[in-house]
């Protein structure tokens, strides 16, 4: 039963006026700091809308358009919440959201809006709503407060923001795919709404209650898929639904939930029934979140939302749902699809609801998830195994039951569902349905009880859109016939008039979808009467004056309204789309202020402005036609008399006063189409008598003298828009205006022009006014007015032809275009590298206001800084025409092949190089704080937890070790050897003799030889795994075990030395878990996210894991982490007096603080040593490890200085007399050594330049020490010092040269590092006599020979017979028998001297993978391994003397190929890992294992470098001698060794594809620098690769063919491929079409060329668009290969249409420009065009026409210009002579031309063609030509004199048989169009 709906049609009432509405939020949020984030669409153009992927043309245009991107703004209204403000007035309030900013706002209608708050949030926000809590003040009378807030909602979390100031955030528990959290028992299906009651509460599920009386109707979660809320309402507490499968809308009431409900979810267990409601959200977890506020009138839904509230609703339909009867929660109807007829269920004279049981419930619940929007919540259509149940877990007690009140069916969803009420408070839920343009208004009354809702009728009413009017009890309808409605409840009260419907509004931005455009605001009073006050919601008129001026697109549709959205009170907003020529008005405008005086412009601007603005304006008309009349009548016009502009159709008079408007029915909006279809019907009825002196123009006219200065600036807006296909649509409009004042001024040429544009327009008008001669003499002609116009293609076709040009007009700031396409053909085609300079203007002038004056404003390479540098990019280059835009292609095209690699990231995008794209990316992102570790994430593989534990080794990248070592399993090889976390194994034979305990014991012993071995092995790992891992900053670093256990077989048993069988030494484990610990913490790459808090929470409870930590303090120093330790973490760790940290922590500070004499850490140093201490101060206790590495880190924070007072301490402290009592006393070796270290490191190269220092003799004083002599005295403070002798060590007045040689002399050779000063180096000569020879320790000679190589340092050749140099002539010759010469010391100084020159080359040669140094030194390897192998000689020389010369060689060659994991050295270390028994200690073990980290540094990622800072570390970190055991640190502090870290630097460059982001396989060519040692020399290596040292280096370049070329040119600078390297190497790049990657394709036989070459059919033939992917990647070429390319039953009859565009897509892939494919396209259908005679315009024959000239200027530059064209193939030849086919065929037709004059104007073929044919053909104005041409006779006079008009000779002999041939002379052609001017 339907209500009889009462109509009153008599009457209508006016609303208020129309006020541009622009949210407020948005023009905060452009002043808001954090405004850059937020990517606002209003004023950008439309090439920073998108981004592109890298390709040009097709493809950003088809992949990159989504709305969600543009949709990223949204706002919300509402009437002002009583308590927000504490004055009692009516106020709005505005929620807008955009990037990760909120803004809270407030206004009124006798107030300006203001902020009320801003929140900025660390991601984007979903969304953002208000919100009620409802919170509990006291247990005992159960009374709630409401608390006032803004919730945010965010991708894992939702901020909840209270007005009084509390903030809240709760994490959302579930991501997408992770549902586990919500497993119940007994598989019932998940709960897909959830509430939350408070933001401290958890979310809980939400219950539901179906009605019926059937059996197993009870309570259970809201569990089904199908189900989605649409609308919910706090009073009444109402929740509407709606069922996708069975087409249902159901009403709920929503309570709190009863405790029996509770306990029946809880505990039956049995199969949940079917239910009607299962509220879904876009298949996941959620409803929408949206806007809540509480309803003041009892049934009305003031402020409840239209869809059009929420512009990203339609990107993102799945929300939370958080609602409560108590909490004033309301979900608005989201934006949905349009759906059908409601029906009623429930409800008298409708059946029930089918119910589909069970089954259907649960089988939705275990269907495929679908695809949704990205959301908050994972779809719960997922099928569950038992692996995820977890019984284990408790079940959520829900807190709110959904109980269902009514149904009917439908066929689809309501978009829009609101509650209202009548006057008589009736209560309404209406339902829009927009598929029926349909509002359906179900009535229903609350019991007496107010517990439930009955629901009695349901009335429909045609309406396409329709809001509630709270204040008024109203409604406001649109109705389907564009009628606006006011209706309470279902009674129509009357129409409505809106003054002004609808002026298309100024703040336009250009956002393509409606939903986020700004709009009008309607006011509704309730006294009907219009508003004598405009409701202003944004800018003022200062706003539209700024934006009318601006640059914007334009929409191709009439304006009209859409949707109304946003209803308070009784106002509500009008979404209308946009206008047509809003775009070139605003052009226009900006053209008029440029040209004219500012007075005059003023006054234009202001009438402009009044007559867009005047009340009772143009009804629906488009706002170019009232721009025509008010331009033209501003200029004299009498617009009422020209045909053309009486039939634009106004009613708004033009005059100041402002007269009233009759209202009736519009025409609609007068759009391009239109204007066309004027002319079509102007042509075709009766021809306009000739001009009369009526038509006159009026010299009074403010604008009259500026005609033709208007004209002019007009002209060239009209060149600028036809090089933008986005706004050329809008010249046909402009070419009207322009012909009339053509015509008027009498320039004929421009006539002619406008013409040959638009032949079937220009064809209609033949009225011309009249200015007298006196009145042109008003005018003012300007100087830049010629009577020849500026085209900008003639220009551009001249600038091909090479013809001379003329500089080019333009208007600064309005032709932009113009301006950079013309200075790019002076770049690209004229080739003037000078043509953008600032010096000299030879192709541009810029016009100003009555002058003309001169602006002062080539390589391919030039084109593409310059027009990326003015903001020009991929997407701006798609809508330049293809002619024009056909040379910038070839230019990016030429460029892309050979492009630099300091290009920027815009350019790189320009030339569509993704792979220099991504490098240039990831470059700014190492910048920023976001980027951790490598650019691309190398995960290393997925490994188990117990692997991680096992050895540490597990980050090592395998894809890319996999590459450079693909024919082995090396990697795995290194580390097993290195592996310190799993027993040894102990295999003893237990021989018959031996006992059961004597074998335990000789088990034992043999586990403590092995354990020496492990201990050693951290020092290598640490060197393996260097910089490795990304640690996670909530967990601590892994650090494996250091397993000193082992087991024997055959049983396996377990082997410890802590049995008590056999002695084990003291604090034997100290050192080894230190550097264990070192080696855990150098894994942590520099780049990672490391902070104080982190490194203190690595630190262990466990006092035995102490040693460990220190290891990893001074490790993360090393990697420069330590820096972000905070001090007070520092002195907690140095005042715990712990020997190991405090090491550790004062080696780690130093290399962080390397070379900065940072203070801080300098008396941090200086507490640790006494000699910088004053003398008077308090004696410490300072151990004395700690007193050397606080030495050395003295030499680290001071290096390369040349500080002198460090430099004085430290040469005084080389030979620190032994104190007394006990005082330096013990290890005065190491402090000696150390301190020797720290000075070469302080003074490293400087060499003789020591300023300042000369009276400290530093040399002198060095060379004492090593070679001994009296001691000097102590000068200064140390003096008192050591005034007593030691009573322990009788030293006298001597130098002790064994403890001060070591550090002297290496201190000597790091003074004068490199500096070839040869009469230092001979200080360090072995001695020539055998009697001094006996005077020195022959590992002294190792020292000397090393320091005297690396002074000597450019002497130093790669070869043996330069180690055997450095040998004394007295051993090398010949012995006389009679000699005493002891063969022990000349075996023993012959190895360690040879052992230094290794040493030597090894350092010179470090990281270089030098072929003939490595040979050299294995070589010797092999001899030291053969003299081992003799016992004789092992007696003579020493077993120790000959393993420590042998490791000394083996680390050389580890040095020389470091990083490159050489099998050789490999094998070698190996051989020596095996060998643990004799005299193979400790030391020698660790230097193995260290030369076998070098070897594989970093996984192969590092390799040393030979600077000398790197040259030092080395020297720290190798100094040869090895400690005897583990606690040995005697003559070395051990904890140098890891000091090698320093010399390491990442090389290792690893190419990775830019498509599938994987290491590959790229053949490099190497250029290195001219040197005295060799030539510039080129190599090839085959990438991932290590490079040599970048210094040695020219330039690095990815050669073809396989991939795009990359040249790295390192002659500028190196900062780039630096860059590059430090970030894992990763140098992106991309194949090219047809090849296969190297590992595929070996040998390049597969590729698609090769496949070409091997057929003997033609490539094009050869090639199948099925196959395409496997040739490429990009997706435009896909696409279009499968829609375009494939045979189909509707494209049988088009066979030729399929090659034609497989030929397209073949040049496509084979020539690597998917950007070309719409040129193509464009190409082909402008022929078509022309063949069919479908061309309305000559436009694309002007294109073709640049094409074919371009084309035919590379034929002319020979050969080699050619093959850098991009039109290579058949294609345009066959294109060319289509089209000379089809204009030759019009020229020879015999109806092609009459004799009538007038019948050139006829808009028919003829017409056209001919246009097309001056066009193509280049033949000049007419009448020029029929001046020159006339009275020709023969071939040569018509060449002659066509000279001068510049017509190609290819045109002109197309011309010569109609020219010469014809009895009428040239007037046949060319006689006719005269009559026209």
């Known amino acids: 039963m339907s209500e009889v709906v009462y109509e009153e049609t008599a009457t209508m009432i006016a609303a208020g006026e129309l006020q541009s509405f622009v949210p407020f939020g948005r023009e905060h949020c452009r002043n808001h700091p954090n405004a850059f984030n937020l990517q606002l669409r209003e004023l950008q153009p439309a090439s920073e809308l998108w981004s592109s992927d890298g390709a040009a043309g097709l493809v950003g245009s088809l992949q990159e358009v989504s709305l969600q991107e543009r949709e990223r703004e949204c706002w919300q209204l509402r009437k002002g919440c009583v308590g927000i403000r504490e004055e009692d007035v009516e106020f709005e309030e505005e929620l807008y959201t955009a990037g990760n900013v909120v803004v809270w ?207 990203t609703l339609h990107g993102h339909q799945s929300r939370v749902m958080m609602s409560s009867p108590a909490v004033h929660s309301r979900i608005h109807s989201p934006s949905i699809s349009n759906m059908a007829a409601l029906s009623r269920a429930h409800s008298p004279g409708m059946a029930a609801p089918s119910f589909s049981g069970a089954a259907r419930f649960n089988t939705s619940f275990h269907s495929p998830n679908s695809r949704g929007h990205h959301g908050l919540l994972p779809s719960s259509n997922n099928t569950l195994n038992d692996s995820t149940l977890v019984p284990e877990m408790e079940p959520i007690i829900p807190d709110l039951c959904l ?105 336009l931005t250009n956002h393509l979808s409606h939903f986020s455009t700004p709009v009008d605001n309607v006011k509704l009073d309730e006294a009907v009467m219009p508003s004598p006050v405009s409701e202003l919601r944004g800018p003022n008129f200062k706003h539209h004056e700024a934006s009318f001026l601006e640059d914007y697109p334009f929409q191709q549709s009439a304006p009209y309204i859409c949707a109304l959205r946003d209803p308070v009170c009784n106002r509500v907003t009008l979404l209308s789309t946009l206008s047509l020529f809003i775009f070139v008005v605003r052009k226009c405008l900006q053209a008029i202020r440029f040209i004219l005086p500012k007075e005059a412009a003023m006054k234009v601007l202001v009438k402009w402005y009044n007559i867009y603005n005047a009340p009772g304006g143009p009804s629906a008309h488009a706002e170019w036609n009232l721009f025509v009349t008010c331009f033209m009548t501003l200029m004299g016009y009498n617009t009422e008399r020209l045909v053309w502009t009486r039939n634009l159709h106004f009613e708004v008079p033009l005059s100041p006063v ?35 002196p009526s038509l006159k123009l009026d010299s009074s006219a403010p604008l009259f003298p500026h005609i033709p200065s208007l004209f002019y600036v007009l002209h060239l807006l009209y060149e600028e828009l036809q090089l933008d296909e986005l ?126 004056m001169l602006v002062f404003l080539a390589k391919k390479k030039d084109i593409l800084l310059y027009s990326s540098g003015l903001g020009f990019t991929l997407k701006d280059l798609e809508s330049v025409p293809f002619g024009v835009a056909l040379p910038i292609r070839e230019a990016i095209y030429r460029c892309r092949e050979q492009p630099c690699s300091d290009w920027s990231e815009e350019v790189c995008l320009l030339i569509g190089r993704q792979d220099l794209t991504k490098q240039a990316h990831k470059m700014t992102l190492a910048k920023s704080k976001s980027s951790v570790g490598s650019g691309l994430s190398l995960e290393p593989p997925a490994t188990t937890e117990v692997d991680e534990e096992e050895d540490g080794m597990s980050d090592i990248i395998q894809e890319v070790t996999g590459l450079i070592w693909s024919q082995d399993l090396r990697i795995q090889e290194v580390r097993r ?147 972000k330790l905070a001090t007070l973490n520092i002195h907690d760790y140095l005042t715990k007096g712990h020997e190991m940290t405090s090491i550790g922590l004062l080696l780690g500070v130093s290399s962080a603080k390397l070379g900065t004499m940072d203070m801080s850490v300098t008396r941090l140093l200086s507490i640790h040593i006494p000699a910088l201490l004053p003398p008077t101060s308090t004696e410490l206790d300072v151990p004395h490890n700690v007193q050397v590495a606080a030495v050395i880190g003295i030499g680290l924070v001071y290096q390369g200085t040349g500080h002198r007072h460090n430099a004085e301490v430290l040469l005084s402290e080389i030979g620190r007399p032994p104190g007394p009592e006990m005082e330096y006393c013990t290890d005065r070796e190491s402090y000696s050594l150390a301190a020797g270290l720290a000075l070469g490191m302080v003074c490293l190269g400087h060499g003789s330049n020591l300023i300042g220092m000369t009276d400290l003799n530093v040399p002198e004083q060095l060379y004492q020490y090593m070679v001994g002599g009296h001691r000097r005295a102590q000068a200064g403070a140390n003096r008192e010092r050591h005034k007593s002798p030691s009573y322990q060590i009788k030293e006298g007045d001597t130098i002790n040269v064994d403890v001060t040689c070591p550090g002297a002399t290496l201190a000597l050779a790091m003074i004068y590092l490199k500096t070839n000063n040869r009469s230092i180096a001979d200080w360090l000569k072995p001695p020539d006599t055998w009697f001094l020879l006996d005077f020195i320790k022959p590992e002294f000679l190792l020292l000397r020979t090393l320091a005297r190589c690396i002074i000597m340092w450019d002497e130093i050749l790669p070869n043996t017979e330069w180690v055997k140099s450095n040998i004394p002539q007295i051993m090398r010759g010949t012995f006389d028998p009679s000699e005493d010469i002891n063969m022990e010391t000349m075996a023993q100084a012959q190895d360690y001297i040879t052992a230094g020159a290794c040493m030597a080359l090894g350092l010179r040669f470090a990281g270089s993978a030098n072929s003939d140094a ?92 030979t600077s000398n800072s790197a040259i030092a570390a080395l020297l720290c970190a190798l100094y040869p001698h090895f400690p005897a055991h583990s606690t040995d640190n005697r003559y070395h502090l051990q904890a140098l060794r890891h000091l090698a870290v320093l010399a390491a630097e990442p090389r290792l460059l690893v190419p990775v594809d830019v498509d599938s982001l994987k290491p590959c396989y790229a053949l490099l060519e190497v250029t290195y620098k001219e040197t005295k040692w060799y030539e510039e020399t080129t190599v090839e290596l085959m990438a991932p690769t290590m490079l040599p040292e970048l210094h040695l280096l020219k330039r690095v370049k990815v050669k073809g063919p396989r991939y795009w070329e990359l040249s790295v040119d390192l002659s500028k600078e190196t900062q780039h491929l630096k860059s590059i390297l430090s970030r894992d190497g990763v140098l992106y790049v991309k194949l090219r079409a047809g090849q296969l990657p190297y590992k595929d394709d070996p040998q390049g036989w597969k590729s698609l060329l090769a496949s070409t070459v091997n057929h003997r059919n033609s490539g094009v033939g050869a090639f199948k668009p099925e196959a395409i992917s496997t040739l490429t990647s990009e997706p435009a070429l896909v696409s279009f290969a499968e829609f375009f390319c494939k045979d189909s039953d509707g494209m049988k009859h088009r066979e030729d249409t399929l090659v034609l565009f497989s030929a397209m897509l073949y040049e496509c892939v084979t020539q690597e420009c998917p950007e070309m494919l719409p040129t193509y396209i464009a190409i082909e259908q402008a022929v078509g065009a022309l063949r069919r005679g479908d061309l309305l315009q000559t436009f694309p024959l002007w294109q073709m026409r640049l094409v074919v000239e371009l084309w035919d200027s590379r034929v002319l530059q020979g050969s080699h210009s050619r093959h850098g064209a991009l039109l290579t193939s058949e294609f345009l030849p ?29 808009i028919d073929t003829h017409s056209i063609m001919l246009a097309c044919f001056l066009v193509y053909r280049s033949i000049p104005c007419l009448r020029n030509a029929h001046t020159e041409l006339e009275g020709c006779s023969s071939l040569g006079d018509l060449l002659l004199r066509s000279s001068r008009l510049r017509i190609p000779l290819r045109d002109l002999l197309r011309l010569v048989p109609v020219l010469l041939g014809s009895t009428s002379g040239p007037q046949t052609l060319l006689g006719f169009p005269q009559q026209a001017y």
């Open 105 to 311: 706002s407030q206004g009124s209608r006798s107030q300006a809006s203001n902020v009320y708050k801003a929140f900025t949030v660390d991601s984007a926000v979903q969304q953002a709503l208000w919100c009620n809590f409802a919170v509990p003040q006291t247990k005992k009378d159960g009374t709630e407060e409401m608390e006032q807030t803004v919730c945010i909602v965010q991708s894992s979390c939702i901020n909840v923001h209270t007005v009084t100031g509390k903030d809240f955030i709760s994490p959302l528990p579930f991501q997408e795919d992770q549902i586990t959290i919500f497993l119940f028992l007994h598989r019932e299906p998940l709960p897909t709404v959830f509430s939350m009651l408070h933001p401290l509460d958890e979310i809980a599920p939400v219950v539901c209650k179906p009605a019926g009386l059937f059996e197993g109707c009870r309570v259970q979660y809201v569990s089904d898929s199908a189900m989605k809320i649409v609308f919910s309402c706090p009073q009444p507490s109402m929740v509407v639904s709606y069922d996708t499968v069975q087409g249902t809308h159901s009403v709920w009431v929503l309570r709190k939930v009863s405790h029996d409900e509770i306990s029946t979810v809880l505990q039956c267990p049995a199969e949940p029934v079917g239910t009607p409601l299962g509220l879904r959200a876009s298949g996941f977890l959620t409803s929408h979140l949206r806007n809540i506020s509480r309803l003041d009138s009892p049934g009305g839904a003031g402020g409840t939302g239209s869809p059009l509230h929420y512009s």
């Open 403 to 507: 109980e269902h009140l009514w149904s009917e069916s439908m066929s689809s969803q309501a978009s829009k569902v609101y509650l209202t009420s009548d006057l008589c408070e009736n209560h309404y839920l209406c339902f829009l349905v927009e598929s029926h343009q349909q509002l359906r208004c179900v009535k229903f009354i609350e019991s007496n009880d107010t517990s439930q809702l009955i629901f009695t009728s349901v009335q429909t009413i045609p309406a396409k859109d329709a809001a509630p009017l709270q204040n008024i009890g109203a409604m406001l309808f649109w109705r389907p016939v564009a009628v606006w409605s006011l209706y309470t409840g279902i009674t129509r009260v009357s129409k409505v008039f809106v003054p002004g419907l609808l002026p298309p509004t100024f703040s």
């Open 658 to 692: 402002i007269a009233a408007k009759k209202a009736r029915p519009s025409d609609g909006g007068s759009d391009e189409v239109n204007d066309i279809s004027f002319c079509f019907t102007l042509h075709h009825s009766k021809v306009s008598p000739p001009s009369s």
């Open 727 to 852: 706004q050329r649509a809008s010249t046909s409009s402009l070419v009207c205006l322009l012909q009339q004042l053509a015509r008027d001024l009498q320039l004929d040429a421009y006539v002619d022009l406008y013409w040959r544009d638009y032949p079937s327009l220009i064809s209609g008008f033949n009225e011309s006014c009249l200015i007298d001669q006196a009145q042109i003499g008003q005018m003012q002609r300007p100087s830049f007015l010629t009577a020849e116009p500026p085209c900008v293609f003639s220009w551009l076709s001249n600038c091909l032809r090479g013809e001379e040009i003329p500089p080019f007009p333009y208007l600064p700031g309005i032709c932009q275009r113009t301006k950079l396409l013309v200075l790019s053909y002076a770049l690209y085609i004229i080739g003037d590298e000078f043509a953008t300079s600032a010096e000299v203007s030879k192709y541009l002038f810029k016009l100003s206001a009555g002058q003309c």
């Open 977 to 1123: 050897l290195l592996q310190s976390s799993r027993p040894v194994r102990v295999s003893v034979v237990q021989l018959p003799e031996v006992s059961d305990h004597e074998y335990i014991e000789e088990k034992e012993n043999k586990l403590l030889q092995l354990c020496q071995r492990t201990m050693a092995l951290p020092v290598g790992r640490g060197l393996f795994t260097l910089f490795s891992y990304q640690p996670v900053p909530t967990e601590p670093l892994p650090v494996p075990k250091l397993n000193l256990t082992g087991r024997a077989p055959p049983r396996n048993t377990m082997v410890d030395l802590n049995s008590g069988n056999i002695d084990v030494p003291p604090n034997m484990t100290s050192w080894p878990s230190f550097h264990n610990g070192v080696a855990a913490g150098l894994k942590i790459a520099p780049a990672s996210q490391v902070d104080s808090a982190w490194i203190a929470y690595n630190k262990p409870k466990s006092p035995e894991l102490a040693n460990e930590y220190a290891g990893f303090l001074m490790a993360l120093g090393l990697n420069g982490h330590l820096t």
């Open 1414 to 1505: 490595f040979d050299c030194l294995y070589e010797f390897a092999r001899t030291f391994m053969k003299i081992m192998s003799f016992s004789g000689t092992t007696t003579v020389t020493g077993f120790y003397n000959l393993q420590t010369g042998l490791s000394m060689i083996l680390l050389a060659m580890s040095m020389v190929m470091a990083g490159t994991g050489n099998l050789k050295v490999l094998q070698l270390c190996r051989f020596f890992h095996k060998r643990t028994g004799g005299e193979m200690n400790y030391g020698f073990h660790m230097a193995h294992h260290m030369a076998l980290g070098l070897l594989f540094l970093g996984g192969g990622r590092y390799t040393l470098s």
């Open 1774 to 1802: 066959v294109m060319k002579n289509m089209v000379d086919v089809a204009l030759d065929s019009w020229l020879k037709g015999e109806d092609r031309i009459s004799l009538q004059p007038l019948q050139i104007y006829m």
